[in-house]
């Protein structure tokens, strides 16, 4: 099938795609290059790992399986050291590789076969939405009940004991906070750290809100902070 090219007018930014398919990894490189992206391609898990470590580009396009080491492990491995953003592709029509992949650190999650166009969509909306809410100034300390995130060092600190949040998880938390008390429907989470909706995925945000509850509350099955209001949404209370 042909697919019309999409030119949706973004500033040039590097891509790094990470993919053993040569076939596949020629497609994603000419359609996201005739939309203004830089690209390059690394056949093989390790050689991709150290090339994204070289700390140049602006997303990473990884593939599941790969030679010399998978794509969760490479996700895992780039998030250790940055904070970029990093789309997952796989064959796999299976929920326990999404939610593989955002425990590892993806920040989003594309099935193949898709529409090249739904691939450079995928790749503007998360690169701009990383942008958007990186440039947005927020206070240098955020504190809420015995919940403290230091948001110059991205340091979150729950009962003055520091814990490690993946890309999305910190987002959507500093999100919620900034928001406290305010009721967010699974749609409106998406479309707010995710970028878009036109292809989204709600089941994404149950996995990181089940995340964040059990990485920040008490007891995450009795939740103090991200309530559920049924039927709604969610809402961050200001204890």
């Known amino acids: 099938m042909i697919y019309p090219f999409l030119k949706l007018g973004v500033n040039l930014s590097n891509i790094l795609i990470i993919e053993d398919d040569n076939d596949i990894a020629e497609i994603e490189k000419d359609y996201l290059k005739v939309n203004g992206f830089d690209v390059n391609i690394e056949r093989d898990g390790l050689k991709g790992l150290n090339e994204a470590l070289k700390g140049n580009y602006d997303l990473v ?75 947005n100034r927020k206070p240098s300390v955020m504190e809420i009940g015995d919940l403290k ?16 949040l993946k890309n999305k998880e910190y987002e959507l938390l500093i999100f919620l906070m900034m928001n406290s008390d305010k009721v967010f429907s699974k749609e409106e989470i998406y479309e707010k750290i995710w970028g878009f909706d036109a292809f989204g995925d709600l089941a994404t945000v149950t996995v990181h809100i089940n995340r964040l509850r059990e990485k920040i509350e008490k007891n995450p099955s009795k939740p103090e902070y991200i309530t559920t209001v049924w039927g709604a949404g969610y809402r961050f209370k200001a204890i």
Not at 75 to 98: F, N, Q, T
């Open 61 to 135: 396009l990884l593939d599941v399986m790969l030679p010399s080491m998978d794509g969760f492990e490479v996700c895992k491995k780039i998030r250790e050291k940055l904070d970029l953003p990093i789309l997952m592709v796989s064959a796999k029509d299976e929920e326990i590789s999404k939610i593989k992949s955002f425990g590892f650190g993806a920040d989003d999650y594309i099935e193949k076969p898709f529409s090249p166009n739904e691939l450079v969509m995928r790749v503007k909306a998360n690169i701009a939405q990383y942008n958007r809410l990186k440039g």
């Open 149 to 164: 995130v230091h948001t110059d060092s991205r340091r979150v600190l729950v009962r003055d004991k520091e814990i490690e």
